[in-house]
């Protein structure tokens, strides 16, 4: 039988082991009882809550930059919603709000917004500035960055 994965809850940060066939059948967290997909991109106001996502989760982690004055960033929001149903539960979909989290943007080099950037095993593999303006464009894009 293969190694549990650790998935990070997106309610309480709680780390959970879940085995990866298990993914599909719509987990929840043994602590706070909440489902650990939601088919939603996952708020991260916090460094704690990048960290935690990005460092602890066995699964990628895509992290959309934006602001909310960014229109370029409003316009590919609804696309990355639906992207997030269309990736979870192979790929944790998160947000990080430049302007509430000045500090992750600065860290991660974030020059331009919006930038989506994946993460797998809490590196970045991929980044794309710039928006994508179709739930099928950035699956594909995903997709094509993501280990074989």
């Known amino acids: 039988m293969a190694e549990p994965l650790h998935i990070v ?7 959970n082991r879940v085995q990866a066939g298990d993914l599909v059948r719509a987990p929840g ?3 706070c009882r909440q489902p650990l997909f ?6 991260l106001d916090s460094e704690a809550a990048f960290d935690r996502q990005v460092g602890r989760s066995q ?3 895509l992290v959309d930059f934006w602001a909310p004055w960014c229109g370029p960033c409003r316009m590919m929001a609804p696309a990355y919603e639906k992207a997030a149903a269309e990736l979870e539960p192979q790929v944790r979909v998160a947000k990080v709000d430049t302007e509430a989290a000045p500090a992750l943007g600065t860290r991660c080099n974030v020059r331009s917004i919006p930038t989506l950037a994946l993460f797998v095993g809490g590196r970045e593999v991929a980044r794309q500035p710039g928006a994508l303006t179709s739930p099928a464009q950035i699956a594909q894009w995903v997709r094509a960055h993501l280990p074989r």
């Open 9 to 15: 809850c997106p309610h309480c940060q709680t780390i």
């Open 29 to 31: 967290c043994g602590q």
């Open 59 to 61: 699964i990628p982690v």
């Open 38 to 43: 939601t088919g939603h991109p996952v708020a």
